[in-house]
Nanobody, 128 residues
Framework: QAQLVESGGGLVQAGGSLRVSCAVSGRTISSYVMGWFRQAPGKEREFVAAVSWSGGNTFYTDSVKGRFTISRDNAKNTVDLQMSSLKPEDSAFYYC?????????????????????WGKGTLLTVSS
């Protein structure tokens, strides 16, 4: 059983930057896909970004391409999401997740139900 703990959320002005991090314990993540999803009030949880087990391939939803960067450190069992040029519509709870998906599935913005383990989320609020 994996435990995921997110950190780094907060309040930031539009145009600003923020990094959220996820630490995983209870399971070695080196052979799993790591991803970030987000959920705004009244909306379904949506895919944001994912990184393959090796870190060599990254995937993003269209709305964050060029602004967000996902990275992982398998030695530390962590995954980060660096967010820049933030917009009010980026405001949401951000969730870290672990899954076993292939690159084709990741390229199609996977549904959150495809992931196996989840953190409790960290809140990002972007003020206009």
């Amino acid at each position: 059983q994996a435990q995921l703990v997110e950190s780094g959320g907060g309040l930031v002005q539009a145009g600003g930057s923020l990094r959220v991090s996820c630490a995983v314990s209870g399971r070695t993540i080196s052979s799993y896909v790591m991803g970030w999803f987000r959920q705004a009030p009244g909306k379904e949880r949506e895919f944001v970004a994912a990184v393959s087990w090796s870190g060599g391939n990254t995937f993003y939803t269209d709305s964050v391409k060029g602004r967000f960067t996902i990275s992982r450190d398998n030695a530390k069992n962590t995954v980060d999401l660096q967010m820049s040029s933030l917009k009010p519509e980026d405001s949401a709870f951000y969730y870290c997740a672990v899954g076993d998906l292939n690159d084709f599935e990741l390229s199609r913005s996977p549904n959150f139900r495809a992931m196996d383990y989840w953190g409790k989320g960290t809140l990002l609020t972007v003020s206009s």
